[in-house]
């Protein structure tokens, strides 16, 4: 990757350290929630779950389309906010009694955008120094889908704190880059 497309990708990403920063604290309050109320039922959950997935797919599209002309080569946050969109959506839709396929479906929806999100990582190393928040939150990431895959028939609801707890470690990370994003904006 050249130098410049390298220093359009942090330019992108640093002007949408807003955008990184509010996802943090959408992670962490359905985080919180769901470790607040353990007992939830599943149908609630569902909800919670898909108007997360799907706010997070809306704030990768924005981030994407705003300031198009400053980056030709946005095509991760595009897709990250597509898959986002898409897995929100059919999240809602789903019927409480598809408890399994629901939990595989959120470790699909995972596996994908979280891969992304270490590719950027790895793009960016030699760019930022925030970098390893972006890494860890894919890392933590991939390796809650795995654990999803391993044992999707085991209950969903106890699953509840699981996903609280990746939710909370997510939103730090993010909220962590954020604010190494908004100190980059400032001092370039």
């Known amino acids: 990757?050249?130098?410049?497309?390298v220093s359009r990708i942090?330019?992108?990403f640093a002007r949408s350290w807003w955008v990184v920063f509010l996802r943090g604290l959408v992670a962490i309050v359905f985080g919180i929630l769901a470790f607040a109320w353990p007992g939830v039922t599943l149908g609630?959950?569902?909800?919670?779950?898909?108007?997360y997935v799907?706010?997070?797919g809306l704030?990768?599209?924005f981030a994407a389309i705003s300031g198009w002309?400053?980056?030709?080569?946005?095509?991760?946050?595009?897709?990250e906010g597509v898959i986002g969109i898409w897995a929100g959506t059919v999240t809602l839709r789903t019927s409480p009694t598809t408890a399994v396929m629901l939990v595989l479906f959120i470790a699909v929806w995972v596996m994908?955008?979280?891969?992304l999100r270490i590719v950027a990582a790895i793009r960016l190393r030699k760019e930022i120094s925030g970098e390893v928040w972006l890494a860890f939150s894919g890392l933590a990431s991939v390796v809650f889908a795995f654990m999803i895959m391993l044992r999707p028939a085991a209950g969903a609801l106890a699953l509840v704190g699981?996903?609280?707890g990746y939710a909370f470690i997510l939103g730090a990370s993010l909220v962590m880059l954020g604010l190494e994003l908004r100190s980059l904006r400032t001092t370039s």
Do not use: K, P, Q
């Not at 002309?69 to 897709?79: A, G, I, K, Q, V």
């Not at 994908?112 to 891969?115: K, Q, R, V, W």
């Open 112 to 115: 994908a955008t979280e891969f």
């Open 44 to 51: 609630t959950l569902v909800l919670l779950f898909g108007g």
């Open 1 to 5: 990757m050249s130098e410049r497309a």
């Open 59 to 61: 704030f990768f599209l």
């Open 69 to 79: 002309r400053h980056r030709e080569d946005r095509w991760l946050l595009l897709l």
């Open 162 to 164: 699981v996903i609280a």
């Open 10 to 12: 942090l330019g992108l």
């Open 54 to 56: 799907l706010l997070d």
